[in-house]
């Protein structure tokens, strides 16, 4: 897949990989739409992305925030509509955005009922419901990739991380249902890795950071990813190490 001139939706996208990510995506030449909660940091990102597009070759992309919560089903239909009325019809879609829940992450035994929904609503059904308002464009045109950023959690069990891990492997296999169901569009569940974002501080806060991946670097390898998309068996489950480094001007 060609990144210059791409649409393309990334949901997290005011910090850590999503933040990343589409600074990484604009400076390319796509054309990005930024979706968060919290809309003074989505600004900031915003901002970032679009002086990356900028860059020494002059406007090649251009980056856009949504202030919305995935999780908020009444939210869908307004992301998918203003993405598109933004960026055009989307080639690429990366669901980053993800939740915890509360933290310190608490048993599962302790994990109250709707403590876990909201972890669902954001992890899982956001992304589906997103995916939905989406992926049928794609399937018309019989092009685009859908990337669910996906954690170890979601294949290996940790205690405490109950809510997190159980979100993330449903989602793994929503995409590998997804992509037999809509090939030729192409559905990845990736693993990132363990990265010195907010969101590990938050889980494991006394964590050697020096252990931990920029997000920077995962960001351009999720870039070279995208790029050999079509290489990539549909409905794969794979890591970020194991792609290069993108290299972008």
């Not at 998918?80 to 310190?104: C, E, I, Q, Y």
Request: neutral net charge.
């Amino acid at each position: 897949m060609e990144i210059e001139n791409a649409a393309v939706l990334v949901t997290g996208a005011s910090r850590g990989l999503g933040r990343e990510l589409s600074i990484a995506l604009a400076r390319a030449g796509a054309r990005v739409a930024m979706v968060a909660r919290g809309e003074e940091a989505l600004e900031e990102a915003v901002a970032a992305a679009n002086a990356a597009a900028r860059g020494p070759h002059g406007e090649r992309g251009a980056a856009h925030g949504l202030a919305f919560d995935v999780g908020d089903k009444t939210a869908i239909h307004r992301i998918a509509g203003a993405a598109v009325a933004l960026v055009g019809n989307l080639d690429v879609v990366v669901h980053n955005a993800s939740t915890l829940g509360r933290v310190p992450m608490p048993l599962l035994l302790d994990t109250d009922c709707e403590e876990l929904e909201r972890v669902l609503a954001v992890n899982l059904l956001g992304p589906f419901r997103l995916t939905k308002a989406l992926a049928g464009s794609m399937f018309l045109r019989k092009t685009g990739v859908v990337a669910f950023v996906s954690s170890d959690a979601a294949v290996s069990a940790y205690a405490r991380w109950g809510a997190y891990g159980v979100s993330k492997a449903a989602q793994d296999h929503l995409a590998r249902t997804f992509a037999a169901e809509l090939d030729p569009v192409r559905f990845f569940a990736v693993d990132p890795g363990e990265m010195d974002t907010k969101m590990h501080a938050d889980a494991i806060p006394d964590a050697d950071r020096s252990t931990l991946a920029d997000p920077r670097d995962v960001a351009l390898r999720l870039v070279t990813l995208l790029t050999r998309a079509a290489r990539v068996p549909n409905g794969a489950r794979v890591l970020a190490s194991d792609f290069p480094k993108a290299e972008l001007r």
